[in-house]
Every structure is written in structure tokens, then in C-alpha cells.
């Protein structure tokens, strides 16, 4: 389907990407690994935006959130993504990438504002944009900000990061025999019931266009291999 190296990208990474083996929080090798697979990437002189998740710092707040408001538990869950960045900030800086985080809420102190025409001028200086608390609105998930900021910035391709390599016709966990598809299109994966993304991002990227690459950023070089399109993972396609 692509062959070629792609020029402007949106990294979605889970929370969860940041935990390891642990049950919550942020895991240092983890968050090392990961930034060792971003590096190898920003050399190529891509434009890469990243949006990141927060369900590992909150999965240790939820036994306290349960019969919380919906609204307030999704705005602490944002604050989590903001936790999440700044960890992914400091390592990737220590990496010597230049790093940029702004925020969909407004803690300024922390982090700058989520300004659309600053971020687009990060990414043509070639630094690394985190986009933290997702879209900034409760009832969202990052997943949909994922979809949101790549159509912003123009990013050719969402790439998803998750624990699996691909889509796969049977669960590859339980079938040895599982094959994975290189691609497959938006009309395939809602026809299969394949939840890639949830509803809202997954019909925003196909309403405009934006292709979606799930892969696993466990994998050693999996990331480099997706951006310079080489068969990895599975391409969703218009
Ligand atoms: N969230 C939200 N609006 C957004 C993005 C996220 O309210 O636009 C909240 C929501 O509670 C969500 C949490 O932040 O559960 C963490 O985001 P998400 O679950 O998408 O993170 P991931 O599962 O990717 O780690």
C-alpha cells in the first residue's frame, strides 16, 4: 500500500505503553525504550507529533473514582495525560530531541497552551510536539484526539501503538495460526467489527481521510519500519 517514508506523522501512544508489566504508573525502562524507538525515527528529519494517553496513572486513581461525575473523573483522566508528557518530555529531551508540550488545558505554568499555528511551526523547525489532555473535553478519549490533531497539523498518517502488532483475521494471543493483514480498509474494519480506535476517532480519520497504522512499539524498530513504510503492522485505509 505505501513504500515510502512518510513525511508528517501523528504518534498515538497509550498510557498503558508507559507502565511495562506494571499494574499503574510509569515504568522507567519503559519510557526509555520507547524514547530509544522515537529517536532512531527523528533522525530521519519526519514530523512527529505525538498524543498521549493516560489510563496507567489513571488506573491507580480509579478505585477512588467510582460514582464520580463522569465530567470531573474525565478531566482528572486529561491532568493524567499531562503527567504522561511530561515524563515523555524529560526523557526524550534527555535524549537530546528538542521537545515542545502544549496542553488542551490551560496550566501554564506547566505546560503552554495547545496554539494550532505555534505547533505547526515547532513541527517545520523539526521539534517534536506532545499534544497533552487530549482534546480538552470530557466525554473524549485520546484516540479521538489523536484523530483531531493529526488532521490539524496535516499528518499523512495516524500511527497507533498498541500491544499487538496489527489486525489479525483471529486473536493472535490464542491462534498460532492468526494472519495478520498488511492492510485493510475503513468499510473492512467496520464490516469485521474491528475497534481499531473507538467510534468518534475512527470516523473522524475516515471522514477526513487519514489513514491509520496500528502497530507494537514493543517491537524493536517496529516504529521505524511503520514510518518508512515497510510492511509492519496494518495500514487502514480509505
Ligand atoms: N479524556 C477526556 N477527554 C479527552 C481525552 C481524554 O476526558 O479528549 C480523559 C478520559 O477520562 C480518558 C482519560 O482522559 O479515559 C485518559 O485518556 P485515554 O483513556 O484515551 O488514554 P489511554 O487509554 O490511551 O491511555
Redesign the pocket.
Known amino acids: 500500500m505505501n513504500n515510502r517514508t512518510y513525511e508528517r506523522v501523528l504518534l ?7 507502565m511495562g508489566e506494571d499494574s499503574f504508573g510509569i515504568n522507567r525502562s519503559s519510557i526509555i525504550r520507547i524514547t530509544d524507538e522515537i529517536t532512531k525515527v527523528m533522525s530521519l528529519g519526519i514530523s512527529l507529533a505525538i ?8 488506573r491507580g486513581v480509579a478505585p477512588g473514582a467510582q460514582g464520580m461525575d ?2 470531573t ?9 499531562v503527567m ?1 508528557a511530561l515524563a515523555l518530555k524529560d526523557a526524550l529531551k534527555y535524549s537530546g530531541i528538542d521537545v515542545r508540550v502544549q496542553s ?1 488545558l490551560n496550566i501554564e505554568q506547566i505546560v503552554e497552551p495547545y496554539i494550532r499555528p505555534k505547533a505547526l511551526r515547532y513541527l517545520d523547525e523539526g521539534k517534536l510536539v506532545i499534544f497533552a ?13 489523536a484523530a ?1 490533531r493529526a488532521a490539524e497539523i496535516g499528518a499523512e498518517v495516524v500511527i497507533k501503538a498498541t500491544k499487538v502488532d496489527g489486525i489479525y483475521n483471529t486473536d493472535p494471543i490464542k491462534d498460532v495460526n492468526a494472519i495478520r493483514y498488511s492492510h485493510i480498509s475503513f468499510d473492512e474494519a467496520i464490516v469485521r467489527q474491528i475497534a481499531v480506535m ?1 467510534a468518534t476517532a475512527f470516523a473522524l480519520c475516515r471522514d477526513q481521510k487519514i489513514p491509520i497504522k496500528v502497530f507494537s512499539i514493543n517491537k524493536a524498530n517496529a516504529l521505524l519500519r511503520v514510518i518508512t513504510g515497510k510492511d509492519e503492522g496494518t495500514l487502514v485505509h480509505i
Not at 73 to 81: H, K, L, P, V
Not at 133 to 145: E, K, R, S, V
Open positions: 498515538k501512544l497509550s498510557g498503558e505503553s508507559l498524543v498521549i494517553g493516560g489510563g496507567n496513572i489513571f463522569r465530567a473523573a474525565d478531566y482528572m483522566g486529561m491532568m493524567a495525560t504522561n488542551a489532555a487530549g482534546t480538552g473535553n470530557p466525554f473524549f478519549t485520546t484516540d479521538t484526539a483531531l473507538d
